[in-house]
């Protein structure tokens, strides 16, 4: 498969503007500022005026009705969505507004990337230099901290499930994979509720290495998360089999993450 060129990038940008009056659209990624193989897909963000909050759907249904000239990865959210989320800093949509090449602009899009710098030390010890947002100022937790703890406890719910059915044939995968997954997404609590940029990765390893400068004593994981490193990509697939004690293992370790960052937000 060829390079995908500006030209051809344009063009698919022009059938959105002419089919779906969008308030923008915004390149992203390696064709924006990476480094693009044959084998890349052309990211776009698309955000829309009064479109409801099922991004996904929406993508989809643009996906079909555009032509299809090459591999194409949509990102659909409403600009009330989009402002939201940018000002409580959801990192993904952060670097794609600092980034991203903006293809199309309606100039209706309210979103703001300013802030101030930390006035004081704040509930999680935060970075120097680490920005401070509104609601941490009022004692607040930011909301997108809370989702990911959300889908942090739906992985922890399945672990603990998926434990009660050992030592049947492939379910340590399933113990191993969701415990990974608990761990990540608390990992990326703590580092959205520190106001740190929280990159999209599944090695807990590099998580940690964001949050031990202002937490020292968590090193002492670094040896635990090494054993991870193949549960989150290599779980999904057969011909992978962890061990009952891999498996309790991980549950351990799980277990431990979860507590002490729950405990750190103040989570009963």
């Not at 406890?153 to 030592?167: C, G, I, S, T």
């Not at 959205?192 to 290495?209: F, I, K, V, Y």
């Not at 193949?230 to 277990?255: E, K, L, S």
Request: hydrophobic content about 45%; some cysteine; aromatic content about 10%.
């Amino acid at each position: 498969m060829a390079m995908v060129s500006a030209k051809e990038i344009q063009a698919v940008c022009n059938d959105i503007i002419r089919e779906f009056s969008p308030q923008q659209v915004i390149l992203f990624g390696s064709y924006a500022y990476g480094t693009p193989t044959e084998a890349s897909d052309v990211d776009l963000l698309v955000v829309l005026s009064g479109v409801n909050s099922d991004g996904r759907q929406r993508a989809l249904e643009m996906k079909q009705r555009l032509p299809k000239r090459f591999r194409l990865d949509l990102h659909v959210r409403s600009s009330e969505e989009f402002a939201y989320r940018v000002s409580h800093n959801d990192w993904f949509l952060r670097e794609i507004l600092e980034k991203g090449d903006v293809l199309y602009d309606t100039g209706n899009v309210k979103t703001s990337l300013r802030a101030r710098a930390c006035p004081s030390p704040v509930r999680l010890e935060l970075a120097e230099g680490a920005l401070v947002p509104v609601w941490q100022e009022s004692g607040a937790m930011n909301p997108l901290t809370l989702e990911w703890v959300e889908l942090a406890e739906l992985d922890y719910e399945a672990a603990k499930w998926h434990v009660q059915q050992l030592p049947r044939r492939g379910v340590p995968n399933k113990v191993c994979f969701n415990a990974q997954q608990c761990i990540e997404k608390y990992l990326k609590a703590w580092l959205q509720e520190a106001n740190l940029p929280t990159p999209r990765t599944h090695d807990l390893n590099a998580l940690l290495a964001l949050i031990v400068p202002v937490r020292p004593e968590w090193a002492a994981w670094r040896a635990d998360f090494s054993a991870f490193d193949n549960y989150a990509v290599d779980a999904r697939y057969p011909g992978f089999f962890p061990t009952g004690a891999d498996a309790a293992h991980a549950v351990r370790i799980c277990d431990e993450v979860r507590q002490t960052v729950r405990a750190m937000l103040k989570l009963s």
